[in-house]
């Protein structure tokens, strides 16, 4: 079946570690996101990719990092210099190619929660 | 500025009533989609209805419904026939620019908790 993964489900991360959240599409889909969600909140943009090798800053950018080497995967690294890292994480893509149309939803993994301990 | 609004946290729906909520929205360009996305407690997103800018008629997708007002910048989701299952966070989310323009980016409203009372 066609989707989006996103793994682990659940991960813990001690105080000062980077850790990589995977995110794995097999859509086809140009565009990639990765969102941050906190109790009770809407989605903030981290970063987002819509081509391959090329990937732009969202909202709140600042201590993470990513990578887009290939269509199908943008892992997302929460890095040490990321001091409220404890939330819910989204990886998302859509179809974009070259018509940028506005009218193509978002498809969702089913998310990655991080806890620092 | 906040793009999406969405002012109700809560709402509570008797099951088998229709609920309407609500979302406005921000924005200068003429070109733009609204999205409507639930989300259980499990976590993933699931998307709904979508709306363009550009569309005349109402968009309908089995039970849920878009109450598009485009001179207000509002885009209500009508959820008729409330079941159980429906209980969850309810997203409106925009995505806007001109089909040239780079980095048309989703951006999600704080959401409505809805809980349909049995």
């Known amino acids: 079946d066609g989707g989006i993964t996103q793994s682990p489900k659940y991960l813990f991360r001690k105080e000062g570690q980077n850790v990589t959240l995977s995110c794995e599409q097999n859509?086809?889909?140009?565009?990639m996101y990765w969102y941050r969600q906190d109790p009770g909140q809407g989605l903030r943009l981290i970063y987002y990719s819509q081509i391959v090798n090329d990937f732009q800053k969202g909202d709140i950018a600042e201590g993470y990092s990513v990578s887009r080497e290939k269509k199908e995967s943008f892992p997302l690294t929460v890095t040490s210099a990321q001091k409220n890292p404890t939330a819910f994480y989204l990886c998302?893509?859509?179809?974009?190619?070259?018509?940028?149309?506005?009218?193509?939803?978002?498809?969702f993994g089913q998310g990655t929660r991080l806890t620092v301990v | 500025a906040q793009k999406i609004t969405q002012t109700q946290p809560g709402m509570f729906v008797q099951e088998k009533e229709a609920v309407t909520l609500d979302c406005t929205y921000d924005?200068?360009?003429?070109?733009?989609?609204l999205f409507w996305y639930k989300q259980p407690s499990s976590g993933e997103m699931i998307f709904l209805i979508y709306?363009?800018?550009?569309?005349?008629q109402n968009a309908t997708e089995g039970r849920y419904s878009l109450n598009f007002q485009k001179a207000r910048k509002s885009a209500n989701l009508v959820i008729s026939a409330s079941q159980l299952g429906d209980s969850a966070m309810y997203f409106c989310?925009?995505?806007?620019?001109?089909?040239?323009?780079?980095?048309?980016?989703?951006?999600f409203g704080p959401g409505t908790r809805l809980s349909v009372l049995p």
């Open positions: 859509l086809n889909h140009d565009a």
């Open positions: 709306q363009g800018s550009y569309d005349q």
């Open positions: 998302a893509s859509s179809i974009e190619g070259q018509s940028r149309a506005v009218n193509t939803e978002a498809f």
């Open positions: 989310a925009m995505r806007e620019g001109p089909a040239w323009a780079y980095g048309q980016n989703f951006v």
């Open positions: 924005t200068s360009d003429p070109s733009y989609g």
